[in-house]
C-alpha cells in the first residue's frame, strides 16, 4: 500500500502528511497577526477572497514559536467541511511511502507532539514526521 | 451521486415541501371550514402517497392511504371538523415527516396507533353520516329528528344549518335568564330550541342537575365562526348543512389540480442554494477586484477609462445588490412554524393565546431566517409558558382570559425590525434581582448599585433562567443569552421592554442582508483595522486638554460630556511604548457610549465581511475582517467587543459612577469651590482635568521642588498660598486635594486642604485695584467671602516666570 505525502521543513525538522488534504501551496505570502491571540496561531491571510486562519506547527507541538518575519510559506490544508493554512519554513518533495517505512510514532515521541504526529516514515530524504491534519482543525 | 440516490434526494425535498403546505392546510381548516382547502390538502396527501408507492415505503404507503381515505371523507362532508380530527392529521403528518427524516429507517418507524385511530374515526364517525343533500328525509341526530323542511329551508336561504347541544348547567350563566338574553342575540337564526325531557344518552356522564339542551340554528356565517362568536359549553355539534364560499361546489375536486399548478409555475422557480452560494462568492470577489482596479485607477472622472471604470463599479454594485436579494426569503417561513408551535404549546400549558402576526411578507436572508427562527420560537414559547397568566388567573385580574401575543415584523432603512410582545404578568425587577443573587450571578451589593434596566438585562447571561422549574416547553436548549448572540452575530441587537402586570416587548434589529457594509478604516501603531460606520457617531482632532484620567477611567471632555475613552494602541499593542494618539473617534453601540484614540485616518470604504474564523471566536473585540485593494486582510474591530475588553464603563454605569467621583460631574461651565488654609477659594472649573484625594505624607520634593506621583508620571505640587502669599496653615488631617490642571501640556497639582463645592453660577464682584488676571474678584458663596481665581491663568504666569517672586498685596 502507497500513499502519497507532501513534505515540508518547520525548524529544520522534516514534517509529511498525506497529499489528499493539501490543496495549495503558497510561498510568499503575508500573515497578519491578529492581536491577542493565541500564540500557535500565527494570523490570517487573504487565499483568493477567503480570510484562512493560519496556524504555527511549533507552537501547536508545543515548541517554541516562530516569529512572523516577513512573509511566510504557507500549506492550505482541508477536511471535509474546514479549511486552515499551517505555516511552514519550506516545502520539500513530494514522496511515495509505502506501508512498510511507515511506524508508530510512539516509539520516538510524546507528549503533545505524540498526539498530532501518530506516526512517523522513513525515506530516503530523512526522518518524517506524519502529521494527523484533523487535529490541527480542533480549537484549543 | 446515482441516480437512484438523486431521484430519492429529489422526492425526499419535493415531500417535504407538499407536507408544510398541507400542515398549513391543516391549521386554516382547524379555524374555518374550506372546501378548496379540503381539497388541496387531499391533493398533497395523494401525491405523498404516491411518491412512496414508487419507492416501496411500505409505511408511509400505508399511512399516507389510509389519511388519503380520511380526507376524502372530509371532502365528502361525511365527517366534519373537530378538534380530534386536526390532532389527527396534524399527528399524522408528523409522523410522515419523522419518516421521511428518517428515511432509511421508515420501516421500522410504528404507525399502528395512527392507523387505528383513523380506522376508528372512519367509522364512528360513519354511522352518524349525514349526507349533503337537501332532499334527504329524517336527517336524524341522536334520536332527535330534523324536519326536513329545515334543510330544504338551509338550502332555499343558501345558509348553514346545524345543530349545538350543551348542558345548560354547565354554562357560564349563573341564572337561566341570562343565558335566554344571551341567546337573544341570536334569536334570528334559532329555527328550533329544545330541553331534552329524557336523559338521552348523549351525555355521557348523566349528572343528576343537568339540562341537556339543543338549539338548531340557521344562520349566514358557518358554525365555526358561530361558536367563536358565541361561545358557548357545547357538548356536541352537527353540521348539516354548510355553504362552500365559491361556486367551487358544483365541479368535482379533480378538475381543480391544473389550475393550482400553474399559477404557482409562472413567477418562481427553484433553484439549488449551492449554487446561489457560488454566484454571492464569485460577486464578492468581483468587488474585491473592484476595489483593488479602482485603486491603482485613482480616477478622473474627464477620462475615457474613469468614465467607463466608474459605470463598470456601479453596474458590480448593483449586481451584488440584487444577488443578494435572491437570497431573500418572506418570514412568512417561520411564520408557518411559529402558528404550529404557538397551537401545541397553548394545548400543552392549558392556556388560551391568539396569536397575531404581521408583516410576513418582510423578506430577510435565508441564512438568518434559519437561525432566528428557533430565536423568535423560544421568547414566544417563554411569554406563553411564563409570561401569560393561567386562564383563571387573568380573569381574576380583568384581563381577557385569552392571552395575545403579537409578533411583528418592519422594514426599516435596511433593517428588519422584530416585535414580540405579550400581555401578560411581564417581569419584574426584584424578582430577576433575587434570583440572579440566588445564583451567584451577581452580589447583593451589585445588586443594589444596579438600575432597573441592567436588572432586565441580566435575562441576555448565560445560564439564567428563573424558571422554577425548567419546562419542557421553554426551559431548555435556546436560553435568552443564545437569542441575544444569535442576533448580535448577524449583525443585529435585541432589547426588552416589560412592565409588571401588562406585559413584556421585545424589539430584536437585523441587517436585511449581509452585504456590502461602509466602514472607515484606520491606522494605529501602523496596523490597519475597520470600523462599522454605523458605530460611528463623528471623529475629532484629540486635544490633550480634554482629556483626563477620572477615578481610573481614561476620560474626554465630548462636547461638554465627560465619555471614557480607550487607547486602541495600548490595547492591542501592550508592550508597545506610548504614543501620543492624534485622532479620536466617538463610537456608539446599545450599551456603550466612548472614544476610540488611534494614530492615523485612512478613509471610508464600502467592503464585504468576511469571518475571521472559528480560532477567534473568542475574541470579542474583533468582529469579522475585510480584503483591501491591495489584497491585504484587516480585522473589523466590534465596538461592545472592546467596551467589554478594556472594561469600560456602560452608559448607565458612567452616569452613577461620575456621582460618586470626589469631583463629581461637574458641569465644566462652573466653580470649583474649595479651601486652603482656612481661607475660601472659587476658580472656574474649565481648565481642570480632576481632582484627586492624596495623602500629604505622598508629596516628595525634586530638587527642592514639591512634586507627586501621579498616574505614571511625576507632575509638580503648587500651593495658592505661595503665589498669593498668604500664611500656610497647618492642617490637621493627613490628606489634601490635588486639583489638577493642564498648563502648556503638562499637569500640575495644586494642592488644598478641602473641597467644598461646584456651583454653576457666581456672581462676581471686582475688587478694586486688583492687579492680577488671575484674580476675577470676589464674591459671597454660602454667606462666606470668596475669591475667584483663574488657576490656570495663575499657574501659567508662574511656570513662564519662575523666578519672579512677584510681591501681591491684597
Redesign the interface.
Known sequence: MKIQILTWKSNNQLYGTNIQNCHEVQKDVHVLKVPHSKKYISGIVNLRGEILTVLDLPAILGLKEKANDGNSVIIRMKNKSKQIALKVDSIEQVLNITSDKIEDASLHLNGKELEFIPQVAYSDSGFILLLDIEKLFIVR | MSKIEALLAEYLSECREILSKAEENVLELENRFDQETVNSLFRYIHTVKGNSGIFEFKNLFRLSHLLENLLGQLREKKISITKELIDLLLCSIDRIKNMLNNIAEESSIPIDDLVERIKNFGIEKQTLSIENKPTDPNLTVKQRKIPDEFAKLAQEKKQNLFVIYFDLHQQKFPFITDFFDYTNQFSDWILHKEIIEENVLFLEEEKEDSVPYYLVILSPISMNEFLQKYPLEVIETFSIYEIIPSNVAESTPQLDIKKNTESNQETHIKVRISLLDDLI?LV??TI?TRNQLLQRFSLTNDSEEGIVLSRLSQLITQMHDKVMHTRLQELNLIYQRINRVVRDTARTLNKEVNLKMEGGEVELDKTMIDVIGDSIIHIIRNSMDHGLESIEDRTKLGKNPIGTIRLSAMLQSGNVQLIIEDDGRGISPEFIKNSAIKKGVISTEQASKMSDEEVIDLIFLPGFSTASQVTDVSGRGVGMDVVRTSFKKLGGSVKLYTKVGQGMKIVASLPQTVSVVSCLFIKTDD?RLAIYRKNIIELIQFEDDKYSFVNNHEMYNFRDRMIPVVNLRKL??PEEAYKRPQLLVIVQTDIYYYGILFDEMIEFQEIVV????????E?K??SG?T?MGD?????IIDVTGIGEFASLPTMSSIKQELKQVVSRSFDLNGYLLFISSGEFFASNSTSVICIEKVERSSIEYLSGKEVIQYRDTIIPVRRIEHILQIPEKESKFTYAFLIIISVDKEFIGILVDEIVDVVKEVTILDIKDNPHNFILGQSIINKTSTLILDLHKMFKKMSNTESNQRKISL
Open positions: 462568492n464578492g470577489e474585491i496596523m492591542l499593542f468576511k469571518p475571521l474564523g472559528e480560532f477567534f471566536t475574541l473585540m474583533f475582517a480584503i489584497g491585504e486582510p484587516v480585522i
